[in-house]
């Protein structure tokens, strides 16, 4: 019996892609709000961050109507697991923007 090797495989990033990658977390804490490009940059991953999560959900969508249509009338006990993961991931998949997060708060003198 063949076994495949669990180690995972690099996935190779090209050079444009790596230039666009964020380099902040998605988060604005600690960001100077008087610097542009770091608060640019904190906007941009977070709406990556919330792209990313949208698509997750997506993803796992599709995979829950494949399994629904392959296994037919068994689908409610064969494609729970991907069911549960849906509905937690329809939590976190809308794209709210980044305004919400943006808290700017001018302390009074």
């Not at 977390?25 to 542009?36: A, E």
Request: aromatic share 10%.
């Amino acid at each position: 019996m063949c076994r495949l090797a669990t180690a995972t495989m690099p996935i190779p990033e090209s050079e444009s892609f790596k230039a666009a990658k964020p380099t902040v977390p998605p988060t604005f804490d600690g960001v100077d709000y008087d610097d542009n490009k770091q608060l640019k940059a904190a906007q941009d991953s977070i709406i990556r961050e919330q792209w990313v999560q949208s698509m997750m959900a997506r993803l796992i969508r599709e995979e829950m109507g494949k399994c629904y249509y392959k296994e037919g009338v068994n689908h409610l006990e064969k494609c729970g697991h991907l069911r549960e993961r849906y509905l937690q991931q329809l939590k976190h998949s809308k794209i709210k923007g980044y305004l919400f997060e943006q808290q700017n708060y001018v302390s009074e003198k």
